[in-house]
């Protein structure tokens, strides 16, 4: 079994030199992560700013998404089953029926706690991309994002409840009940010819419920909008969190290690070199993935590789033996093996099960 150590995080992997990304086939399944960590949105229609989609924990390996980030406001339903979100550093269990809202440029990942699968709806709505009118993007839709609002808020179809945990919901209006609504209705309306002016009408919808929603968990009057105040969040409260200012450093520097073992996967990468990227010690290094990912930092850069080699299984024709070198593996053997380890079944099984369902 490996350690932490500052050596190479495989000895077995090798630098790679650059190679040309392949064409991948658009499928719903397995994210694309950025080099910088975010997540390569694919919009529904080039020039959009809407992605709806359908599908569930087990097409993921590991049935656990990659933890990244980006710009766009992310909603996640459970419609079959129940699984867990990890947002800037808390977690939360979203049960059959509720949903999530996570904020922009907030580090985040769903999972299976326990093994079961689950049936979801993702929403992804990049506000900067639907054309709102300036005054009103700058003076409502904007400070939604701001570090001082709530990193995320847990929503509740039967009573339009807004907590930061199953059972610690507070009572309150039908909005949280009226996004979900809302979501169900855009997701329906894909591929229609009003698809465009559904999406739009929702958006906006959507923004003004999740403003009071937003205003009554951090405790806004819902005038007060500088990116100045310090509220703590109401829903920041699962690991006894006492304000956003205390921890950001860390998450800080837990963003900036993810981010440089996604652009770095390919090649041979030190404990050392990941702990630079963060600014911190090595030990802090590993401390802030076992606390936040439930992963050493070597099991990370393993599941990075692996995600990696299950886009391209999934999603090209490519051997192999040419995915191996992409993904920061020296042949395929030390891929297949790994492969098997990190998901339980062969890389040709993994491609057959993602190409062939059912």
Request: charged content about 20%; hydrophobic content about 40%; glycine content about 8%.
């Amino acid at each position: 079994m490996q350690r932490d150590t500052d050596r190479d995080i495989d000895r077995d992997a090798a630098r790679t030199p650059h190679v040309d990304e392949p064409a991948v086939r658009d499928a719903a399944g397995p994210m694309v992560v950025r080099a910088d960590g975010s997540e390569r949105v694919r919009y529904d229609y080039p020039l959009f700013f809407s992605y709806m989609r359908r599908g569930s924990l087990a097409r993921y390996p590991t049935m656990r998404a990659d933890c990244h980030w980006h710009d766009d406001w992310e909603f996640l339903i459970a419609e079959r089953g129940h699984l867990t979100y990890f947002v800037d550093g808390e977690r939360v269990r979203i049960d059959e029926g509720q949903a999530i809202f996570v904020n922009a440029r907030r580090l985040h990942y769903g999972y299976s706690a326990d093994g079961t699968d689950c049936e979801f709806l993702c929403a992804l709505l990049n506000p900067m991309r639907a054309g709102t009118p300036r005054d009103v993007l700058e003076r409502h839709i904007l400070p939604l994002g701001d570090d001082a609002r709530p990193p995320y808020l847990l929503l509740s179809p039967a009573t339009g409840a807004v907590g930061d945990a199953p059972g610690n919901a507070a009572d309150g209006t039908p909005d949280a009940a009226a996004i979900i609504s809302t979501l169900h209705t855009m997701a329906d309306a894909v591929g229609s010819p009003t698809t465009s002016l559904t999406t739009l009408a929702g958006f906006y919808t959507i923004a003004e419920r999740l403003t009071r929603l937003m205003d009554t968990a951090d405790g806004r009057c819902g005038t007060d909008r500088s990116p100045s105040s310090s509220a703590v969040p109401a829903t920041a409260t699962a690991t006894g969190m006492s304000g956003r200012s205390a921890r950001q450093p860390r998450l800080q520097s837990l963003t900036a290690m993810v981010d440089f073992i996604q652009a770095n996967y390919a090649h041979t990468i030190t404990l050392a070199q990941i702990a630079a990227a963060g600014a911190v010690g090595r030990s802090t290094c590993a401390t802030l993935f076992r606390r936040h990912l439930n992963q050493s930092p070597i099991e990370y850069v393993n599941d990075v590789r692996v995600r990696a080699a299950a886009e391209l299984l999934a999603g090209t024709d490519l051997p192999v033996g040419a995915i191996a070198p992409r993904c920061g593996f020296n042949s395929p053997n030390f891929l297949a093996r790994t492969f098997r380890v990190v998901t339980g079944e062969t890389p040709l099984a993994y491609r057959h099960r993602t190409r062939f369902p059912g």
